[in-house]
């Protein structure tokens, strides 16, 4: 039977509680309460708990937990919200921040509602041990997304609410102006058409990974690049032309989806695989000189329902229409196939159904493939689809060549080798992540090939 923690709730005044000496987040020699309260604010931010207090009231919602120890109630679990709300009772119990506090206590005003909160109170210790463990190691609580956190704020403007200004004077403690270059930014993706369903589906989340972007459009010599700018609230604006605008926005989520870029590739501005992508905006050559336009006015590709199903790794949105049999019922196979539950099986058939694809579309466009062997196979079709698209659809250039590097450490699980080896290799295997990136390399590739321009 579930154990269900029912401890007293304790209304108690803030000045009687004593801070915990044994807290795990002190680093000090001496354990005095005053030692503790400087340390608090020293090391661990406490101040930021008096300046959220300050700009947004008190909210007890998380309930501080308390124990009874010679007498004396000891926090055991919310000493930071104890230190700030002691300090803001008492400024001079933090001498090097007494002058900002008395500022803060001032904006205020009346701070009598202060000096009682209510805590839980547990019996012991050792009761309380468990419970704080699972607060501080167990993340219980999901956190929002980058991106979230941005549209948590852009609804207050989308919604007429508040204007970025206002935003900014009624959260004064957060970086507004971050939040809507994260939100202006993920419009301006949002508004490129990608040819591509399940990506333009992608990039419209809000679990999209604008944290690999940021690591770009942070820096100001990729925003000179790419013909972009932000005002001082963190509003967008854009000088490259539509067709300009939209061929960065596919080269950038493209790399995203394929792999090439994330914020480890694009962690430092003075690494190397930060310069060698930064070269590759540069060979871009983005054009500016257009009216400018602003991120928000941009609208939002339609997009249609969601066509993937729960098990199969293919959406259900692709279709063949060049006309091979056999090609359509692999196709609806792996639309089926719950690659969570057989990702070796899955991953196996996702490389005969790769191979098998790309030899129905040359033989449908008429083009011989050149053979090493007695047969035609993967690595054959592969080397003529990579020189066949640079003419005919550059942009899948780059999933054929991870698709043939066999030797690249980073490029490894999306090439055709991996894929042999699932096939041939005992020592081998896959997880469903393996499925899943082995068919995202792929994707755009497999949609153009079974469905050819007329």
Same mark, same amino acid.
């Given at each position: 039977?579930?154990?269900? !923690?029912?401890?007293?709730?304790?209304?108690?005044?803030?000045?009687?509680?004593?801070?915990?000496?044994?807290?795990?987040? #002190?680093?000090?020699?001496?354990?005095?309460?005053?030692? !503790?309260?400087?340390?608090?604010?020293?090391?661990?931010?406490?101040?930021?708990?008096?300046?959220?207090?300050?700009?947004? =009231?008190?909210?007890?919602?998380?309930?501080?937990?308390?124990?009874?120890?010679?007498?004396?109630?000891?926090?055991?679990? =919310?000493? +930071?919200?104890?230190?700030?709300?002691?300090?803001?009772?008492?400024?001079?119990?933090?001498?090097?921040?007494? &002058?900002?506090?008395?500022?803060?206590?001032?904006?205020? &005003?009346?701070?009598?509602?202060?000096?009682?909160?209510?805590?839980?109170?547990?019996?012991?210790?050792? %009761?309380? %041990?468990?419970?704080?463990?699972?607060?501080?190691?167990?993340?219980? +609580?999901? %956190?929002?997304?980058?991106?979230?956190?941005?549209?948590?704020?852009?609804?207050?403007?989308?919604? =007429?609410?508040?204007?970025?200004?206002? #935003?900014?004077?009624?959260?004064?403690?957060?970086?507004?102006?971050?939040?809507?270059?994260?939100?202006? /930014?993920?419009?301006?993706?949002?508004?490129? @058409?990608?040819?591509?369903?399940?990506?333009?589906?992608?990039?419209?989340?809000?679990?999209?990974?604008?944290?690999? /972007?940021?690591?770009?459009?942070?820096?100001?010599?990729?925003?000179?690049?790419?013909?972009?700018?932000?005002?001082?609230?963190?509003?967008?604006?854009?000088?490259?032309?539509?067709?300009?605008?939209?061929?960065?926005?596919?080269?950038?989520?493209?790399?995203?989806? &394929?792999?090439? !870029?994330?914020?480890?590739?694009?962690?430092?501005?003075?690494?190397?695989?930060?310069?060698?992508?930064?070269?590759?905006?540069?060979?871009? @050559?983005?054009?500016?000189?257009?009216?400018?336009? *602003?991120?928000?006015?941009?609208?939002?590709?339609?997009?249609?329902?969601?066509?993937?199903?729960?098990?199969?790794?293919?959406?259900?949105?692709?279709?063949?229409?060049?006309?091979?049999?056999?090609?359509?019922?692999?196709?609806?196979?792996?639309?089926?196939?719950?690659?969570?539950?057989?990702?070796?099986?899955?991953?196996? #058939?996702?490389?005969?159904?790769?191979?098998?694809?790309? *030899?129905?579309?040359?033989?449908?466009?008429?083009?011989?493939?050149?053979?090493?062997?007695?047969?035609?196979?993967?690595?054959?079709?592969?080397?003529?689809?990579?020189?066949?698209?640079?003419?005919?659809?550059?942009?899948?250039?780059?999933? !054929?060549?991870?698709? +043939?590097?066999?030797?690249?450490?980073? #490029?490894?699980?999306?090439?055709?080798?991996?894929?042999?080896?699932? @096939?041939?290799?005992?020592?081998?295997?896959?997880?469903?992540?393996?499925?899943?990136?082995?068919?995202?390399?792929?994707? @755009?590739?497999? +949609?153009?090939?079974?469905?050819?321009?007329?």
């Amino acid at each position: 039977m579930i154990k269900i !923690i029912k401890w007293k709730t304790k209304t108690v005044k803030v000045i009687n509680v004593e801070l915990d000496p044994k807290n795990v987040r #002190l680093d000090i020699d001496d354990p005095s309460q005053d030692a !503790i309260v400087q340390d608090l604010f020293k090391n661990e931010n406490a101040m930021q708990i008096v300046e959220s207090i300050a700009q947004n =009231g008190f909210f007890n919602q998380e309930l501080p937990i308390v124990t009874k120890e010679n007498g004396k109630y000891i926090v055991l679990e =919310g000493n +930071r919200r104890f230190s700030a709300l002691k300090a803001i009772l008492n400024p001079r119990l933090v001498p090097q921040r007494e &002058g900002r506090l008395k500022e803060l206590v001032k904006e205020m &005003g009346d701070i009598s509602s202060l000096a009682e909160i209510e805590v839980k109170v547990a019996p012991d210790r050792e %009761s309380a %041990s468990k419970v704080i463990a699972s607060i501080h190691t167990l993340k219980t +609580r999901r %956190s929002w997304s980058p991106l979230r956190q941005a549209y948590f704020y852009y609804a207050q403007v989308a919604e =007429g609410r508040k204007t970025i200004q206002q #935003l900014q004077e009624e959260y004064k403690t957060v970086d507004i102006p971050a939040f809507v270059r994260r939100w202006e /930014m993920h419009n301006a993706a949002k508004s490129v @058409n990608y040819e591509n369903e399940e990506l333009q589906r992608k990039v419209a989340s809000k679990k999209f990974p604008i944290s690999t /972007m940021e690591r770009l459009y942070d820096n100001p010599e990729f925003m000179k690049l790419a013909k972009m700018s932000f005002d001082e609230h963190g509003q967008l604006t854009i000088t490259a032309s539509d067709e300009e605008r939209e061929r960065l926005f596919r080269k950038i989520i493209n790399d995203i989806y &394929g792999k090439k !870029i994330d914020t480890r590739v694009l962690n430092k501005k003075d690494s190397d695989s930060y310069k060698q992508y930064l070269d590759e905006i540069k060979d871009l @050559n983005i054009k500016g000189g257009s009216p400018v336009k *602003k991120a928000s006015s941009l609208k939002e590709q339609p997009i249609s329902k969601t066509t993937r199903t729960s098990y199969g790794v293919v959406p259900q949105d692709i279709t063949c229409t060049i006309n091979y049999p056999a090609v359509k019922r692999v196709l609806a196979e792996l639309q089926t196939l719950n690659y969570h539950k057989y990702p070796n099986a899955t991953h196996d #058939l996702l490389r005969s159904f790769l191979e098998c694809s790309l *030899k129905a579309y040359f033989d449908h466009k008429g083009i011989s493939v050149s053979q090493k062997g007695k047969f035609v196979q993967l690595q054959d079709v592969l080397i003529a689809a990579e020189t066949h698209f640079q003419t005919e659809k550059k942009m899948l250039v780059q999933p !054929i060549k991870k698709l +043939r590097d066999n030797n690249s450490q980073n #490029l490894y699980m999306h090439s055709s080798d991996s894929m042999n080896a699932v @096939n041939h290799n005992p020592a081998v295997f896959s997880k469903p992540s393996d499925v899943k990136d082995a068919w995202d390399n792929i994707e @755009n590739l497999i +949609r153009y090939v079974l469905n050819p321009p007329k």
